[in-house]
Structure formats: C-alpha cells, structure tokens
C-alpha cells in the first residue's frame, strides 16, 4: 500500500517539475487541512483517503495550473465528504479557492442517469455551464482520472458504471479542452472496464510484439534523426504505440482483425519552429513512401480543439504503414494538455478573468470555417451560455431551457400533461413561485394534481419557451371551447358587420351550408371555436364566403343598380355594371383599366376618391401593390351580379407569337369567325424573330373569353395568350 508520504513527495515533484512558481505554504497548509478533515475516512482499498485529493493535486499541478487550483485540488472532497463549510475554507484560503471547491462539489453531486445521446451532449454542456472557472473542470477531469486509476478496488458494477460515465462524459470534455494525454488514459482506462475481452486481446497482441515493436520504433527513429542532423535540423523523435482504444475503434469502425489494423504506430517530431515543420515533412516524404490521401495539415488549419501538427503516413522498406506527427514544442504542450497548457503560458503575463482568457481561443478559431470550431467555441465559453439554462428533475434527468426560463416552461418541458396539472413548483427543495428564474444546476419539481384548473392566460407572458407557449395555446383551443365558441362568434359577427352584411344571414341554413363548404368546417362552432382561439381571422373566414354571402344578404332589384350620369357611363365600359358591392346600395362602378376584368373573374373593389368604385381582377398586379395597409379599410368585397349581361365588356389580350407573314391575318380570320367585336388589333416585333400582339375586344363573361384564347392559341405561330394588364 502507497503511504501518504509518497504521495506527498510525489505531488510535490510535479509541482517543481511543472508549476515551479507555486506557493508551497499554502499548499503544505491545505495538505494539513485535507489531512485531518479526512482523518478517519479511507480509500476503498484501505488507504487514507488523503491520499486521493495529494494524487489529484499531482495531476492538477501536471498539467501546469495555479496554486489556487491546487489548493482546489488538495481540498476538492471537503465540502461533500467532511464537515468543513465554504466560509472555513475562504477563511483560511481565501474565496476563489472556496468557490474552486464549491464547484467542483457541485459538479460531484450531477447525477449521471442516463445514456441517452441528447442527455449526455446536455450534460457535457452543463458541466461548462456550471463551471464558471475553467478550473473547476479541469480539477474535476483530474479527480475522475484518479478515481478512474485506482477503479479496481470498485464493485464490478460500478466498474462498469463509472466507466461508462468517463467515456461519455470526461474523455469527450478532456478532449473539447485539448487534453489527448488525459483523453487517452481515460478511454483507455474505461475500455478495460467496459469491454474486456477486446481491451485484453490488444493488450495481448501488443505485449506479444512488443520486442519488435521497439526495433522497429529505434530503427525509424535513427533514420529520421540521421536524415534530420545531416541537413542540421534539431529535433526530438518519440515513437510510440497507438493507445488501445484508438486501436479498437479503427477495429470496430474498419470491421477489421488486429492483424489487418492500418497502422499501430506513430511517431512524433518535434522541432523548433514552424518552418521546421514544412522541412522534416520534406525528409520524411523522400525518406519513406507516402500514403496518399492521409496527409493533414493542422497548422495552417488547427482543429477546434487548438491542436496543431502536420500529419502524414508512409509506408517504410519492410512496408509496415506508420503515422508521422510534426510539430513545434508550444504545438506539443497544447495537445498534450490542451487549454491548461494555455493556462500556464497565461500566469506570468498579466492576470485576466475567464473573458481574456477565452478571447484568445475565439481567435484563433475565428478564421476556422470548421463547424465543430463554433461548437467548440460554445461549449468552452461559459458566457455563451447566456441563452441556456440547465436543470434537473428530482430523478437527474437534465433538460435544457432557454434562460430566463420559469417552473412553467420546465413543467412544459417534461411534458404538455405536467404543465396543464401544474399547481406549484419547487426549486432545490423550496417553494418557488411560476414566476421564479431557474439557474443553471437547480433541482426543480413540478406540483401537478389532477383537478387543476389548468394554466391561466398569464402564463402566456410569464414562460420563456415557444415549446411552452405553443401547448398553453394548444390547451386554450381543446379546453375552452365554449368560450372560443362565444368569442369567435362575436368577431364572425362584427367582420359581418364591417363589410355591411348583417349576421341575420346566417339564419339561412342553405347559406350556412355553402360557407361550411367555402371554409371547409364541419359547423359554425368549430368555424367559431377556430376563430376564438385564433386559428383563423373572422377577416378570412368572411373573404372566403364572401360571394356567397353578397348572395343571399342582397338579392339584386333593378332600381338598386348604380345610377352613372352620361360622362360616367362614357368612362365606364358597362352602362349596368353588373357588379355587386358589399354594404353599399348604390354606387358609381367603373372597370380598372389595367386588367379589364370580365364577368366570372375573381374581382375586388377599391373605393376611390370621388369616383365610385374601381373593380379589378383580384389577380392584378396593381392590386398587390396597392393593398397597404393603410388604405386596407377602403378595400371592398365586390361580386358579379351574375344577371342577364346585356353589354359586353372590353378586355385585353396579350399573344406572344413567332414573326410571321400573314399572322394578323390568321388572327382576324379567327375573331371574324367567333363574332367578336375588335377595338384594336395591333402586332410589333420583338426580339428573336418574336412578334407582340395586343388585341382588345368585347366578350360577355369569362367562358367566352377562354374560348377565344383558346382559338388564338390554336393559331399557327402563336407560343403564348395571356391576360393583359397594363
Ligand atoms: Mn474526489
């Protein structure tokens, strides 16, 4: 069994080896403090349990952070584990290493519940969330890699547990924070646990090749040093084995047998500069044969982690394959120890808050078109966590809301039935009002009971989510029926009114039946009930029965039709217009001159100013443009009258045709022969060997204009008859 002055001697060792500056007073103070909190509690395997915040403080000093973060470590299980406070501790060490504790405490007491992808993701998040100091993490990475060490005095349950919770949730942080070296010792580590038989044959195979493995790795390695001194490049080589979990995920992703694994060996040269780099990449690519297609370059493009190297495989005289990373030695601090290795260079300058500190990860992803990189940037800033906020249920379930979010879109988010049964909440055990703001970790319930009256309208203004306000309003639209009834039909009513039909109408039950199929309802209560809840505006039910409605709230009289003096009746193309206007019994009707609407076209009316009612073709481009909304009100329903159409109505037609001898005779034969009464009948050239024609006649209503467009169609040379508008 290790004694705890070995572990002491060890941890202090590291921090002269990484964290020379280090306050060693305070830290000799804090191993006293952990010492005798933890006095009477052991390790699972028996030890003094101090043994484990001296192994955690070894690794935090490892990878190079701060005396705080040391004394976080050295202190870290106090608050969960001993009686000790937050105020004791910001007593005798100040308050930022209080709250280093007081957050990796936190950071102890999230459930791990689940192994659902989404959860997982959530719960990573949360850990940046919850982390307001990029310490607490990196102090909580190395207690899981210390536990993770020391996991075979575990029960074989929580083994497995445990290790499946580091490969979901550590090793995936470890490796966002750039930390390979921690990566790697974690997956490998929860490998062993996780899948045995598999960890165990690589282990094998490794071990069994293990001697020619060094020959090989000496042999590359003083060819590349050889090659590199001739030409006087200086350089440190490492060769190495590929870790096994890497080795069994190329096995499972390749489907692949050990034996038939690319490549199990890499190796690392590291150079001064960067321009180095570029040089030993020429060597090796002379020296060995290059594998196409498995060069990288991550300097000039980093990954969203910061690493940086060059990457390249070949192939060597014996032809076993092998990965060459280059880089300089800055580059190798950071994928070795990622973020922290920033941390360290950080320290001596001047000191910043976590906002400086990010500011130059932001940097140097910001050129990165990489899509990772900004989800990187996202879940390593915690202030970009502004718009989440992340909670628990009382089971460790974590769910993710906008922030700001309230017991009410919590309620919501679990499930649409908690939110319309919710009588109360409470927030970490304590009675919290709808109203309340969640914060990031908060163990919320939600109060349901069954005779609930369901939510209230407030409701609406309090939540923060859409997915909240979306099943609120749903709620009101199956639960208050009745009132959506009354309501809907109140605005039904009034847009009645508005466009000058008087609800009386609707006691026709042959024109209920022909608005139901217009508006395609089954009854007026659900037409009623839609409206209420806004599903639909009185405004459009009202424009889509709107024919039928002129119908039968006026039966045209003959004396009801305008009366136009001689000069109108000039200007209008119809002496009897035969159009109907909504509310309106007698009025001036002139027809638009753009779009010469004929009976049967869908028509709408625009109350001029002193000059009646102009009626255009509802398709009209002038309408479109003209319909603002501030002169919405002076839009009208209008409608065909639909009598005996004594006059016919002018029109104007467009045809596109080829330039042809003899087409305005073709085209005249036809009108001829249809009885149609031309006004102008004029044709010009267009481009490409293309001709216009504008022919502009009289029809009665719109079956008889189709069938003139038609027969012009049908004329030879013609590619195209439209409406005309101008
Ligand atoms: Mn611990």
Redesign the pocket.
């Known amino acids: 069994m290790e004694s705890i002055e070995q572990h002491y001697q060890s941890m202090v060792q590291a921090i002269e080896n990484y964290t020379p500056t280090a306050d060693m007073l305070r830290i000799n103070a804090a191993v006293d403090f952990a010492s005798r909190k933890h006095a009477n509690q052991k390790r699972k395997d028996g030890s003094p349990y101090v043994i484990?915040?001296l192994a955690?403080a070894e690794i935090v000093a490892e990878i190079g952070l701060d005396t705080d973060a040391i004394l976080g470590a050295l202190l870290?299980?106090c608050i969960?584990d001993t009686d000790t406070t937050f105020d004791e501790i910001t007593e005798h060490f100040g308050r930022a290493v209080a709250e280093l504790v007081e957050g990796?405490t936190k950071l102890?007491r999230v459930q791990y519940s689940t192994t659902e992808e989404q959860q997982m993701e959530n719960l990573r998040k949360m850990f940046m969330a919850m982390s307001k100091d990029i310490r607490v993490i990196l102090i909580k990475i190395a207690?899981r890699l210390?536990?993770t060490r020391t996991l075979q005095y575990q029960s074989p349950d929580k083994q497995v547990l445990k290790s499946r919770e580091t490969m979901d949730i550590y090793a995936p942080l470890a490796h966002r924070l750039g930390m390979q070296k921690i990566k790697w010792e974690l997956e490998d580590l929860s490998l062993r646990y996780l899948e045995p038989d598999a960890y165990n044959e690589i282990m094998t195979y490794l071990a069994d090749r293990e001697e020619l493995s060094r020959q090989f790795m000496e042999k590359i390695q003083s060819q590349v040093s050889d090659r590199l001194q001739t030409v006087g490049i200086r350089c440190t080589i490492y060769g190495r084995v590929k870790h096994v979990y890497s080795i069994y995920r190329k096995m499972l992703a390749q489907g692949k047998s050990l034996d038939e694994i690319y490549d199990l060996y890499a190796f690392r040269v590291i150079v001064d500069t960067i321009a180095d780099c570029y040089n030993v990449l020429g060597h090796i690519h002379d020296l060995y044969k290059l594998v196409p297609g498995r060069f990288k370059d991550y300097i000039s493009t980093p990954k969203p982690n910061m690493y940086q190297s060059l990457h390249t495989t070949v192939i060597g005289k014996d032809g076993r394959p092998f990965e060459v990373q280059i880089r300089t030695w800055a580059m190798h601090e950071t994928a070795e120890y990622g973020i922290a290795a920033h941390w360290k260079y950080k320290q001596n300058g001047a000191g910043g808050g976590t906002e400086q500190q990010f500011e130059w990860v932001r940097r140097l992803l910001e050129n990165q078109q990489d899509v990772d990189a900004e989800d990187y940037i996202h879940s390593l800033k915690m202030d970009m966590f502004d718009d989440e906020v992340f909670v628990f249920t009382p089971r460790g379930k974590v769910i993710s809301l906008p922030s700001g979010s309230t017991p009410i879109d919590f309620a919501y988010a679990i499930h649409s039935e908690v939110g319309n049964h919710l009588i109360g909440a409470k927030i970490n055990n304590r009675i919290a009002s709808y109203d309340a703001v969640l914060k990031n970790g908060d163990i919320v319930e939600a109060i349901t009971a069954q005779g609930s009256r369901g939510p209230s309208r407030d409701w609406l203004k309090i939540c923060k989510s859409n997915q909240a306000r979306i099943k609120i309003r749903q709620w009101f639209k199956k639960e208050k029926r009745d009132e959506n009834i009354v309501r809907g039909k109140a605005s039904f009513d009034a847009e009645l009114r508005r466009v000058a039909i008087s609800p009386a109408v609707l006691q026709n039950d042959e024109l209920v039946a022909l608005i139901l199929k217009k508006v395609s309802f089954e009854s007026m209560e659900d037409l009623y009930a839609t409206i209420g809840y806004g599903g639909m505006t009185a405004q459009k039910a009202v424009n889509r029965a709107q024919e039928e409605l002129l119908r039968f709230s006026r039966v045209p009289q003959k004396e009801d039709i305008p009366k136009l003096s001689v000069r109108e009746q000039a200007r209008s193309r119809h002496s009897d217009s035969g159009v109907l206007v909504a509310g309106i019994d007698s009025c001036m009707i002139k027809f638009a001159r753009c779009c010469t609407p004929v009976p049967g076209d869908d028509i709408v009316g625009f109350i001029t100013k002193g000059f009646g009612v102009s009626v255009h073709r509802a398709d009209c481009p002038n309408v479109k443009t003209a319909r603002t909304p501030e002169n919405s009100d002076r839009w009208i329903p209008v409608s065909w009258a639909g009598g005996e159409e004594s006059e016919p109505f002018t029109t104007t037609l467009e045809i596109e045709s080829l330039d042809r001898d003899g087409l305005v005779l073709d085209l005249a034969t036809v009108l001829t022969t249809l009885k149609l009464k031309v006004k102008e009948l004029s044709a010009r050239s267009i481009a490409a060997g293309k001709a216009q024609t504008t022919l502009t006649f009289s029809v009665h209503n719109l079956d008889e204009l189709s069938l003139v467009r038609q027969k012009v169609r049908a004329v030879a040379g013609v590619t195209d008859v439209r409406r005309g508008h101008n």
């Open positions: 484990h915040p955690v870290h299980d969960e990796v102890t207690d210390h536990n």
